[in-house]
């Protein structure tokens, strides 16, 4: 049986912008995941889930409030089905940002995180959001503030984004810092009346502000294009995404546009890799890495120009995990926050 909630957690903006091909593509994705869900839960390797006490994030209670049995009463705006909102944000540590430690359990009911670091040392870690106690803040933007690297977190808060047309949510956040300081949103968007989700941005000064719709930056004629990643690298502006339709086979196809503005990418190019660029690139010296996901859980690849890519060797975070966020550290250290299951999560089913 395919494990249908890292099928959703693969490509969570397919569940509220796809379509039937859409979700076609999205299994051949989660068909990767056969083997090990075949062999039951026994067969996952503990680092993607362990759960032990983890950093501290001052958040709201997630869970709308217990039964009389003591089990969280499931609130009536949330799906039938395993869904991304039984997902969750892991936490691990590296010395070298290839091998890491154990992971441990950061913030339930999320996925799709992105993280960025300000000059002053604040990380800003952006998410899908999932919340069981407020039916407005169910499958929305939400962003958390560290200013210790990671330690301890304030929010969630829900990024609001004036100016959106009408159409699906924002979903799978990606953002950036410019210049001039000001702060750039990349995210999924499903336009009404068009054939296929984009790649949207909205322009703000602050998570805890509103930002201001800007516009679509990049669409495909035939294509899904979901959860941008975009970074700045020598002067240029990459931005990636995993293609929905893997010619290569699953977790292998990406693309790949530039720009020197941000706003306005050329033609999109394909990068074909034994990972799919669903995750984030962090520069790293006088390189680019990229934590994706992969056969195995978060693998990365490291790349000079952008463009050529080296797969790394071995496995960043084994299991069922997705989605690596980095977080460089002041002390050469390297913590990375990705999406794995809930603890708890019921039984697979699929969505209805």
């Not at 075949?38 to 983890?54: I, K, L, M």
């Not at 952006?126 to 330690?151: L, M, P, R």
Request: net charge negative; aromatic share 10%; glycine share 12%.
């Amino acid at each position: 049986m395919r494990d249908y909630w890292l099928i959703a957690a693969l490509a969570l903006a397919s569940w509220h912008c796809g379509s039937e091909a859409e979700q076609a593509a999205i299994d051949d994705v989660g068909a990767s995941t056969d083997t090990a869900s075949e062999a039951g839960d026994s067969a996952v390797p503990d680092q993607a889930v362990q759960e032990v006490d983890g950093p501290e994030f001052d958040a709201e209670p997630l869970d709308a409030p217990a039964d009389a049995h003591g089990e969280v009463a499931t609130p009536a705006w949330v799906p039938t089905g395993t869904g991304p909102w039984f997902g969750a944000l892991f936490v691990a540590i590296s010395t070298d940002g290839l091998n890491f430690g154990a992971g441990e359990l950061l913030l339930e009911r999320a996925g799709v995180p992105n993280t960025l670091k300000t000059p002053d040392g604040t990380v800003i870690l952006t998410y899908q959001y999932f919340s069981y106690a407020s039916e407005s803040d169910f499958n929305v933007i939400a962003a958390s503030i560290s200013t210790d690297e990671g330690e301890t977190w304030q929010g969630p808060t829900v990024i609001t984004i004036d100016g959106l047309p009408s159409g699906s949510p924002a979903v799978d956040p990606s953002l950036v810092r410019l210049a001039n300081g000001r702060l750039r949103l990349y995210f999924t968007f499903h336009p009404h009346g068009a054939p296929n989700p984009v790649c949207a941005s909205a322009i703000g000064d602050s998570v805890e502000q509103a930002f201001q719709y800007e516009g679509t930056r990049i669409t495909h004629a035939s294509e899904a294009l979901l959860d941008p990643a975009v970074v700045e690298f020598k002067g240029l502006w990459h931005y990636y995404t995993w293609r929905t339709v893997m010619p290569g086979g699953p977790l292998s196809d990406n693309y790949h546009a530039v720009s020197s503005d941000g706003l306005s990418f050329g033609a999109l190019d394909t990068i074909s890799l034994g990972m799919s660029f669903l995750g984030n690139p962090i520069v790293v010296g006088d390189s680019l890495r990229f934590y994706g996901t992969g056969r195995g859980g978060v693998l990365s690849a490291s790349s000079t120009n952008g463009v050529a890519w080296t797969l790394d060797a071995g496995v960043r975070i084994e299991g069922m995990a997705a989605e690596g966020a980095p977080i460089p550290l002041a002390d050469g250290r390297m913590r990375l926050i990705y999406t794995a299951r809930m603890p708890g999560a019921p039984a697979r089913t699929p969505p209805r």
